[in-house]
């Protein structure tokens, strides 16, 4: 069974300051992983996806993750954070036959101080 | 771009009555997904359907049907709805084949509230 571990519910930086999201994760099989973000009232975008290709992933906005098979990671970053950043953050797995379906974690909120 | 379009926003229903949430993808999209998403628990899956008249339960079915006659259309139906189906519910389409890491899109979510 596949599933995400996104430690803590809340992350504030200041503008300007990196941002890095944590996002670690457990599948029987390789995984693909993907970052989502929602804004308020809104629903989730695709920020990046790794699908078994390069490990370091360019997203939209700036951001990046890295897949590190040997630590079951998949954090996302940003060298530096931006007010229009603030939103909640969603890490999510799928696995190889499973219809694209996604199990998510609990999400992480970012809020960026002035 | 892929829309996916959930026809109601916001919604207050009453407990115990029959509530239905439309959802319309606009490209071809074989996979369709229910997600509900609370506050601390991120999103969870209610169910999906992987073609027309399939359907499949996600992690929390229970309370819940779906209904998929048409490959763009997949519904959302509380038979009769409580105040713990109070929340945001997504809908969510995707092209197969699966296991290629294909992009989910979501809907814009609907606000359910149950009085």
Redesign the interface.
């Known amino acids: 069974a596949q599933s995400v571990t996104?430690l803590g519910?809340h992350v504030s930086v200041s503008e300007g300051a990196l941002v890095l999201l944590r996002c670690n994760y457990s599948s029987s099989v390789p995984p693909?992983l993907?970052w989502?973000v929602q804004y308020p009232?809104?629903?989730?975008?695709?920020l990046l996806?790794?699908?078994?290709a390069a490990t370091l992933v360019k997203g939209i906005n700036g951001f990046e993750a890295e897949f590190k098979k040997s630590e079951t990671s998949f954090h996302l970053t940003k060298p530096s954070a931006h007010m229009s950043d603030a939103a909640e953050y969603?890490c999510?797995v799928?696995?190889?036959?499973?219809?694209?379906?996604?199990?998510?974690?609990?999400?992480i909120t970012l809020s960026v101080r002035p | 771009d892929v829309k996916?379009t959930q026809s109601s926003r916001y919604l207050v229903k009453r407990t115990g009555e029959k509530v239905f949430l439309e959802c319309v993808q606009d490209m071809d999209h074989e996979?369709m997904?229910w997600?509900r998403q609370d506050p601390?628990?991120?999103?969870?899956?209610i169910y999906?359907s992987?073609d027309v008249k399939m359907k499949e339960k996600?992690d929390i079915p229970e309370g819940y049907s779906v209904s998929r006659e048409k490959k763009e259309r997949f519904s959302l139906i509380l038979e009769s709805a409580s105040t713990n189906q109070t929340s945001m519910y997504?809908c969510?389409s995707?092209?197969?084949p699966?296991?290629?890491?294909?992009?989910?899109?979501?809907?814009?979510?609907s606000w359910l509230t149950v009085v």
């Open positions: 996104q519910s693909y993907f989502y009232n809104q629903g989730l975008q695709l996806k790794y699908t078994s969603f999510a799928s696995e190889a036959g499973a219809n694209s379906k996604l199990t998510f974690g609990k999400g | 996916v996979n997904f997600y601390g628990l991120g999103l969870r899956l999906f992987y996600g997504l969510a995707s092209t197969n699966g296991g290629t890491g294909n992009t989910i899109y979501f809907g814009e979510g």
